[in-house]
């Protein structure tokens, strides 16, 4: 028997165990939002951190402005063998609203669900879940081989949930103790029940709030209407503006950068049969309402977008009043793809809105943010052995796929310790993570130890 | 010297007294709209109707849900005069807010402005000024000739700052006893410092409210965006088209009914060298934002017009949220002037939107009103009267002119009594009424009383 088989074995025997460690960890309210729990934060990270020790790694909560992080070592002590940085997080989202759970948040159930069996909980797949399908794997290798395949660090935030203020100050602090080969972040999902993935292309983000003024305050509309400048007829006729008939972006330059999938993976998208109209059926659309020349899939993935995500002026309680508001303000974001240059795309939204304004109104700019997109190579070695070794647990091919919105940690680790990152996770699309009765197949926790242990033993290879 | 003569001496000699009694009712915080002054309310109804029983009127509160009502009725016992009825109110606005007001705004005052005396208190000029400019006329008039020229029936409201509820309800009611010839309204203000005028144009209004709503629940932009319809964007679509690039509206059918000014009036405005530009630049605008060919004048008293009164959609909250939300709505008001028919507006709104929603799009609409213009024929004999008599007072013509906004009782008088109205009133644009420091010229309220003295006489002849 190959060691890999002893170490697939070692999960499989050490499923009841694995599970039981899930539930303690799982029992541990980290609700990092929230500062009634920061005790509880404190107890999941110190949690973790014992957890690791036990398996040998040098491992400590870590103090921050905010809820400590946590980070590990364990090292083979051969040489060339690759170190990986895993990264996850223990906080997790409020469990609101209570009353639409079936059973309590923090007292996780194995439960039958339409697939299979399923465990109920918050945090059961975001992100404890995930996170404990890696550290089982690595329980799992030291169990049947006495050691790691590569050199591991392990490092894991409690803040993701709440805005990561800590982790740039972090990363940066910590940047040599933190730096890897490469990084696995296990925060995403399978493309479906039944096939693996790698995600390897994520959208960045230019977000612009505008706010447009007009008069010098709100004017009745009885007494001003027809002849004073109103805001909000400014702002709609500027927002219409930012999309062609054809459903692109009309910003100059905007898709400066913007590549097609190369046709490999192109071809690798048709065979999987994304069914679009289902997508959009299950929250009651139909027509795909973007480029269209794009299928669905191509637009919520690899296309750049804009959509308004707000809007308001003037009056807008219960019943009428006749008021011309003296501004109006809409919040404004584009997902970005391959090489768009986010302060471009901001200077060319903030160039549009100021060359559309009519006399008398004057427009004033905020940003949210704006980050590029994030696309790992494709054919790394890292990746490939990765995808072989997907394949094999599953039983077919794990495409590389692209996500919609963005995953901040991977651009930082990548800006501040200049390493790349496999997005491997084993998360399913009704986990209703962020939502109550939250939950993680069995059969992905089973299968997602599995697949950790034989992408470790792969990458050593 | 002639009778006239001696009821002006009168009014002249009484000035002080006049002021003293105006006081009176102005130190009587009757705000309508709070109910902790409802005992307020009550008094100054009260008030009036003794005031107007010391003049030999049948005078009296009258019950309503809300306000009392005060009516009172001074005949002149002859055939063959005319019945007017006068109408104005007895509430007024909340002071709020209070640390702007110079001084007390219940505690009213004589003072000097930049162009002569003024008197400072809440009220002094919306309504109850204005009122007492009528009460004291028929006092003068009394004091002069022992009898009233014309028969009189004074009917003032105690709820026209807030909402009116029990005006309908209230002429239903006592049609019969309210019914007159024609209404003086005294709630409207001059042209200028020097020119009086009489208003016999005021816009109606189509105020209509619509959501557009796409997908069955707020999405992620990062996950949906590209494909899904963007309520907000389908609806500022829609609004822009509302008006074409010569600033007309574009809804078909609007202009029906559309006439411009006759000649002679055309005439008379073009002598008043009214100031677009000073109008605007007071609100810190400099272009007007109407239609191209007309005037400001034009633009805001007698175009039909469009505008967006409040929008709201999405996340409007600091910073920023990716969503995509699945409603987004806003509040659209047209003004109506001439023949223009409110329904017809109302359903080419509505179709107008609904032919340009796009598939997986639907709207809900709301009416927040519909009523037509309201247009006093500019040649009937009391006009014609009541402009002459202004014309002796003052030394120059008085002008008829169209006001932007709507006086709702004028339309109810029409539609219930069947009377037109004749819009006199002496207040001017900078009376900052609805504001701190509402002021009256005492020139105002003195030839004010002068006017009406000429007025009423006028209209017996």
């Known amino acids: 028997m190959s060691q890999i088989q002893n170490a697939l074995d070692a999960a499989d025997t050490a499923l009841d165990a694995s599970l039981d460690r899930l539930f303690e960890f799982l029992r541990i309210p980290s609700i990092s939002a929230d500062s009634a729990y920061d005790g509880d934060c404190r107890r999941a990270a110190e949690w ?15 103090e921050t402005i905010g809820h400590p992080m946590v980070v590990g070592h364990r090292r083979t002590g051969r040489q060339g063998v690759p170190h990986v940085l895993f990264y996850g997080h223990y906080d997790v989202q409020p469990p609101d609203p209570l009353d639409l759970w079936t059973s309590r948040p923090f007292e996780p159930i ?12 918050r945090g059961a797949s975001d992100d404890k879940g995930q996170v404990m399908t890696f550290i089982e794997a690595c329980r799992a290798l030291i169990a049947a081989d006495g050691q790691l395949p590569v050199d591991v660090t392990i490092f ?14 972090f990363l940066t602090a910590n940047r040599d103790e933190l730096k890897a080969d490469f990084c696995l972040v296990c925060d995403t999902g399978m493309w479906d029940r039944e096939t693996p993935a790698v995600t390897t292309m994520l959208r960045g983000i230019v977000y612009e709030e505008v706010t447009i003024k007009a008069a010098s305050r709100d004017l009745h509309s009885g007494s001003y209407g027809g002849a004073a400048q109103n805001p909000i007829r400014v702002l709609a006729k500027i927002l219409a503006a930012l999309h062609d008939d054809e459903g692109r972006v009309t910003l100059p330059g905007f898709y400066d950068g913007v ?3 190369p046709a490999d993976v192109k071809a690798e998208w048709d065979a999987l049969n994304f069914d679009g109209a289902e ?8 027509v795909p309402a973007g480029e269209k020349d794009r299928t669905v899939l191509e637009q919520i993935t690899v296309r750049p977008t804009c959509d308004v995500n707000g809007i308001v002026g003037g ?18 974001s584009f997902r970005l793809v391959g090489g768009q240059d986010p302060a471009r795309v901001q200077a060319a939204f903030r160039q549009f809105v100021s060359a559309r304004l009519p006399e008398d109104c004057h427009a004033v700019f905020q940003s949210h943010g704006a980050s590029p997109a994030i696309a790992v190579p494709a054919d790394s070695p890292p990746l490939t052995k990765a995808r072989r070794a997907l394949a094999e647990e599953w039983g077919r091919t794990a495409p590389v796929i692209g996500a919609g919105g963005s995953i901040p940690v991977v651009g930082d680790l990548q800006r501040i310790l200049g390493i790349d990152s496999l997005l491997i996770g084993f998360g ?4 209703q993570i962020h939502s109550p009765n939250e939950k993680y197949d069995l059969r992905s926790f089973h299968k997602g130890i599995r697949s950790w242990v034989r992408i470790l033993d792969a990458l050593a290879r």
């Open 48 to 62: 973790a951190a014992s957890t690791l020790r036990e398996l040998g790694f040098d491992a400590s909560p870590r």
């Open 110 to 121: 194995r439960a039958s669900g339409p697939h299979g069996e399923i465990i109920v909980g």
């Open 156 to 169: 894991l935030e409690g803040e993701e949930e709440s805005s990561s203020r800590s982790l740039v100050p």
């Open 259 to 261: 590549q097609d999938l």
């Open 279 to 286: 997508f959009l059926g299950d929250v009651g659309l139909k």
């Open 315 to 332: 009056y807008t309680g219960e019943g009428a009043k006749t008021v011309i508001p003296a501004q109006a303000s809409a919040k404004v």
């Open 428 to 431: 399913l699309e009704d986990d």
